[in-house]
C-alpha cells in the first residue's frame, strides 16, 4: 500500500474557498463578543484590538521564512496579498491565540480558518515568534522582580490575609517536572518551570524550560540569591514551650494557606492557555522556550487589563472595594465555607499538640 493512503488530512476541497471570509473566525470577529474572545483565545475584544496593531505592523513587514525567501527579506505588496491570513481582520493573531488556548488537534484550526496543514504548521511558527516580539515591548505584560517599594505593598497585601506572615511579598510554584513518584518519570523527557506569582496576580519571577528537577538546578540558585533569607532557613523543630509552639504552629498553618494561591496561579495559567497541558516536543527545545514564555507573557497581560485572576480576586479585596458591600461578601463567605471546613476530614492532621 503506498504510503499517501496511510496519511489522512484535510485538502483545500474540503475547507471554505477562501479564509478572508464565510470562516468560523469571521463571524466571531464581526460579533466582537467578549465572552467568545475570551472563551476562544483567553483574551477579550479590547485587548485583542489593543494588541492587533503591533502584531499587525510585525506581520506585514516580516517575511515567513522558506528555503527560498531569505529570513531578514521585507515582503513585497503581492506576497502579502496572496497571504492565507491577513493581519487587517486579525487572522494571524487569532490564529496562534487559538492554538495556544486549546488541546484541539491542528485539523480544527484548519476548519476554522479555511487553511491547509502546511500553511497552518508555517503560519503558527510564524506567529508565535511574532507574538513575543510583540509581549516583550508591551509594558503590561513585562516580566520584572519588584523595588522595594513594591515589596512592601505586595506584603501589605498578604499580611492583611495571612497575620502571622511577614515581609511575604510572593508565592513560588514549579510545575511540569517528573517526579520519582511518579510511574512514568523515566518513560519521557521532563522539563521544570519556576514561577514566582504576585498578589495581585502577575508573574515577576519565570525560569523555565530547565531540563530535569528544579530542585538541584540552577533555577533555585537564581531566585535563592535575590531573597535575604532563604526558604526554610534556621528551622530545627517546633519549641518545648506550649505557647511558642502553637504560635509556630499557627504560623506554619497560615504559610500552608498562602501556599494555595502558587495553585491558584498554576491553574489560571493553565486553565487560559491549555495548550500547556499537551505534551510538547522533546526534540525542539527553542518551541518549547518559545511558547512558555508566550504564556506568561500573556497572563501577566490578562491580569492586568482584564482582572479575571483568583489571586488578584483574593488578595486585592475585589468583592470588598464598594460595589459590593463588606458584610455581604462576609456573609456569603461564611455561609458557603464553614460547612466544607465543618466536612474536612484530613484537617486534623494539620493540627500538631505540643
Not at 509556630?248 to 491558584?264: D, K, M, P, T
Request: glycine content about 6%; proline content about 5%.
Amino acid at each position: 500500500m503506498r504510503r499517501s493512503h496511510l496519511r489522512f488530512y484535510l485538502t483545500q476541497a474540503e475547507l471554505p474557498p477562501s479564509s478572508h471570509f464565510g470562516t468560523a473566525w469571521i463571524y466571531l470577529f464581526a460579533q466582537g463578543n467578549d465572552k467568545a474572545f475570551i472563551t476562544t483565545m483567553g483574551l477579550d475584544a479590547p485587548t485583542f484590538h489593543y494588541l492587533l496593531p503591533y502584531f499587525s505592523k510585525l506581520w506585514n513587514s516580516s517575511s515567513i521564512t522558506r528555503g527560498e525567501v531569505r529570513a531578514y527579506s521585507s515582503p513585497t505588496e503581492k506576497q502579502l496579498r496572496r497571504r492565507s491570513l491577513n493581519a487587517a481582520g486579525g487572522l494571524g493573531l487569532a490564529l496562534v491565540l487559538h492554538h495556544l488556548c486549546s488541546t484541539m488537534p491542528n485539523y480544527s484550526l484548519h476548519l476554522i480558518f479555511g487553511i491547509t496543514p502546511a500553511v497552518c504548521s508555517r503560519y503558527l511558527r510564524f506567529g508565535l515568534a511574532l507574538l513575543l516580539k510583540v509581549l516583550r515591548h508591551c509594558p503590561l505584560s513585562k516580566i520584572c522582580w519588584p523595588d522595594l517599594d513594591t515589596m512592601r505593598q505586595y506584603a501589605v497585601l498578604i499580611q492583611a490575609r495571612h497575620f502571622c506572615l511577614e515581609a511575604a511579598f510572593g508565592f513560588k510554584c514549579v510545575f511540569g517536572s517528573g517526579k520519582c513518584i511518579y510511574n512514568g518519570w523515566c518513560g519521557s523527557h521532563f522539563t521544570s518551570n519556576l514561577l514566582v506569582f504576585a498578589p495581585d496576580g502577575t508573574i515577576f519571577h519565570a525560569f523555565y524550560n530547565a531540563p530535569g528537577n528544579t530542585e538541584f538546578s540552577t533555577s533555585h540558585a537564581e531566585l535563592a540569591a535575590k531573597l535575604r533569607t532563604p526558604p526554610k532557613a534556621g528551622f530545627i523543630g517546633y519549641s518545648s514551650d506550649p505557647v511558642l509552639a502553637l504560635s509556630e504552629i499557627r504560623f506554619n498553618e497560615e504559610l500552608v494557606s498562602a501556599r494555595q494561591a502558587a495553585e491558584w496561579g498554576m491553574q489560571c495559567l493553565q486553565g487560559a492557555f491549555s495548550r500547556l497541558k499537551v505534551p510538547m516536543p522533546a526534540d525542539d527545545a527553542m518551541y518549547r522556550s518559545l511558547l512558555i514564555e508566550v504564556c506568561v507573557r500573556l497572563h501577566n497581560l490578562r491580569a492586568n487589563r482584564i482582572g479575571l485572576n483568583q489571586i488578584r480576586t483574593f488578595y486585592e479585596g475585589i468583592w470588598t472595594d464598594g460595589r459590593v458591600r463588606s458584610t455581604i461578601y462576609h456573609e456569603f463567605r461564611d455561609m458557603l465555607f464553614r460547612d466544607i471546613r465543618k466536612n474536612d476530614r484530613i484537617r486534623r492532621f494539620y493540627n500538631f499538640l505540643p
